[in-house]
């Protein structure tokens, strides 16, 4: 491990200086054996080829050092969670059940049917009493504008990134590359130019902006900056900032597939800062060891599961088909015979190899088989989409509460807070003092359209509670005995 460090802190010129230097030094060692007449100790025949065909045998030698410059020096690099960080709204954000009835009755946005209807669905969600929501929700005229939207995207976005860069003690000025992803806001300028703007990033700073990917954006941020970092030929440094504003999603209207996100759907924004610089590996959380998306979104079914559209009165509003626990159990299902080859040990692999086998001998006439990944992975932090969402994948891959424990937990105290819940998760694993050195950690996250991503991690440290943990002030309550 210490020889491969080494050798990934060298340059491509230091490589070139040291590949000269083991050459003249093979150079010189192969020229005294040659010459040696007092210890014979190769065969002479050998000894006469070698010394008749010196200049075959020295363009052989450096054949093989320059391929393992070509190896060395393209190789992938290995990349680095160092740090990162939850936004955690201040206290009078909180929104328990009171306060929604109380916007909702107050806002006269909508009927009474509708008000009986999200009152159902919010006492059987999972979510508990300190989730937070858009400052809007506290005004008088609560009608969410352009400017509440800025606010609630900037506030969280600048928080998590101030605590990323404090712990990790890297300037604003080292990042190299700038990742922003909001699935449902998108401003002009971009969420990452007010970053860039906000943080005087120098002009080289690669920005991407992701949008319109649900859920699933914040796995898929980690891995395009997973696959940069990767592939680059010097030391970078990747922030991914993963953040959702609801405050212009916000249904007003009767439809009752869309009334579902505003009963669910609460704030949170998380930052990631990753690096291919393996000399930080000993004050890394994390090494991303693998990440796997898949996209099925060539089926209709899964294209309208969740579909942003407007209702018969004009409402602009996200509608959750019926069919979603359906489509997202065939996704998993998909995403699963794909990484299940590459991330389960081989006993699991031989039986899930017979049991498919089976199946297609018999020609489907047996349920598909469900590997056991709790033998692949330590922890797992599942998608939080909703109740029903989590005891669905429970059911699926035959997960015990145990494992659904952080998903649950995350749901009840933060709510679905799209596609930063992942890390949510993470931090609750830390509150809990729960991840080893050396644990593997998988991330599965759904997204709209539909899209399934995996994120394969490696602690490289134990855990601990860090002083801006969002669990700090309420990990002592959790997991409830009932949820």
């Not at 320059?66 to 709204?89: G, I, M």
Request: proline residues 4%.
């Amino acid at each position: 491990m210490k020889s491969k460090t080494l050798l990934s802190l060298l340059t491509p010129i230091q490589l070139l200086q040291a590949s000269f230097f083991l050459l003249l030094a093979l150079t010189l060692t192969l020229h005294a054996i040659l010459s040696s007449t007092s210890t014979l100790l190769l065969n002479q025949k050998l000894l006469l080829f070698l010394s008749t065909h010196r200049t075959l045998l020295f363009s052989l030698l450096w054949c093989t050092l320059v391929a393992l410059l070509a190896y060395l020096s393209t190789r992938p690099r290995p990349v680095l969670l160092l740090d990162y960080a939850c936004f955690q709204p201040d206290a009078d954000r909180k929104c328990s059940y009171e306060v929604c009835e109380y916007f909702v009755r107050r806002s006269r946005r909508f009927s009474t049917t509708s008000e009986e209807f999200m009152r159902s669905i919010y006492l059987k969600s999972g979510l508990g009493d300190e989730t937070y929501v858009p400052p809007f929700i506290f005004q008088y005229d609560y009608e969410a504008k352009l400017r509440s939207a800025v606010q609630e995207a900037e506030e969280g976005m600048i928080s998590a990134v101030d605590a990323v860069l404090s712990k990790t003690r890297i300037p604003a000025a080292a990042i190299d590359l700038l990742i922003v992803t909001c699935g449902m806001f998108t401003p002009c300028p971009s969420l990452t130019t007010t970053l860039v703007n906000h943080y005087r990033l120098p002009d080289t700073v690669a920005t991407y902006n992701l949008s319109s990917m649900g859920c699933s954006s914040g796995a898929a941020a980690i891995d395009l900056a997973g696959r940069i970092l990767s592939g680059a030929r010097r030391v970078r440094y990747a922030l991914v900032v993963i953040t959702e504003s609801i405050s212009l999603n916000w249904y007003f209207g009767d439809n009752r597939s869309m009334l579902v996100t505003n009963c669910i759907f609460r704030v949170g924004t998380a930052a990631a800062l990753l690096t291919n610089d393996g000399s930080r590996r000993g004050g890394a959380k994390m090494e991303l060891l693998r990440a796997l998306r898949t996209h099925h979104g060539a089926d209709d079914a899964s294209y309208r599961a969740a579909f942003q559209e407007e209702d018969e009165a004009g409402n602009i509003g996200i509608a959750l088909k019926k069919d979603l626990i359906r489509v997202a159990g065939e996704g998993l299902r998909a995403h699963i015979r794909i990484l299940a080859p590459r991330v389960l040990p081989w006993a699991q692999l031989v039986r899930y190899a017979y049991w498919e086998v089976t199946r297609w001998l018999k020609r489907g006439g047996e349920k598909q088989h469900v590997p056991d990944f709790t033998t692949a992975f330590k922890h797992m932090c599942i998608h939080t989409g909703g109740k029903a969402v989590i005891d669905s994948m429970a059911r699926l891959m035959r997960l015990d509460d145990r494992v659904t424990e952080p998903a649950r937990m995350c749901l009840h105290r933060f709510g679905n807070t799209s596609s930063s819940l992942v890390l949510y998760e993470l931090a609750y694993f830390e509150a809990k003092g729960r991840i080893r050195r050396g644990d593997r950690v998988w991330m599965l996250a759904f997204g709209t359209g539909f899209k399934v991503c995996s994120l394969v991690w490696k602690a490289l440290k134990d855990s601990g509670m860090d002083p801006d943990n969002p669990w700090k002030d309420s990990i002592h309550r959790y997991p409830l005995k009932a949820w």
